[in-house]
């Protein structure tokens, strides 16, 4: 009985640190060099994103960019998100006008979102997306995203948090090649 009892909290302090270790805050520009390494790491387990960019750090950048934040594990960068105002290419905010009648400007999008292959499976993802989503409305905008259909985790967290599919459409990507794409909108609040 004491040797369950110890394991048990064993595993209670390893949850307790690993909640204390992980965290969410605002990308300062010093990170990076950290965010490429880990969208390297990415990139080689998921092929995200599907065309390598050739300034990661720039790509991390986008115009439009309204904030962007990582997530730490054991004090290391272990996730990115950005929120951008639309770009031309993407779908979801004229799927979203389209549903709800609102105007695309009314929407920020969802965008360079990742979590490094060895922190998965510990809420980082939902983490930054709900600081995200968060952030979004305090701006008085609607978060929506485009994903591909083959980023199956990601389509599911998006699920799991509520998210509606608005539809799937093609997409022509700058590197010339069109994909399809599932667009979803952050639950209303």
Known sequence: MADLEERANVVASGLR?????????????GD?????RVLGDVHAADRYPADWPDHPASWLTPDGLLAAWVAEADGRIAGHIGL????????APALWSHRTGGRPEL????ARFYVAPTARGHHLG??????????ARTLGL???LDVLPTDTAAIALYRHQGWTLLGTTPQHWPSG???????????RT
Do not use: K, W, Y
């Open 177 to 187: 090649r069109t994909v399809e794409v599932h667009s979803f909108a952050a639950p």
């Open 32 to 36: 990076l060099a950290d965010c490429v």
């Open 107 to 110: 929407t920020a999008v969802i």
């Open 84 to 91: 951008s105002r639309s770009c031309p290419g993407d779908a």
């Open 142 to 144: 609607h978060a929506v």
């Open 17 to 29: 640190r690993s909640e204390e270790v992980a965290s969410v805050r605002g990308r300062r520009p």
């Open 126 to 135: 939902a983490q930054l997306l709900t600081h995200a989503v968060a952030h």
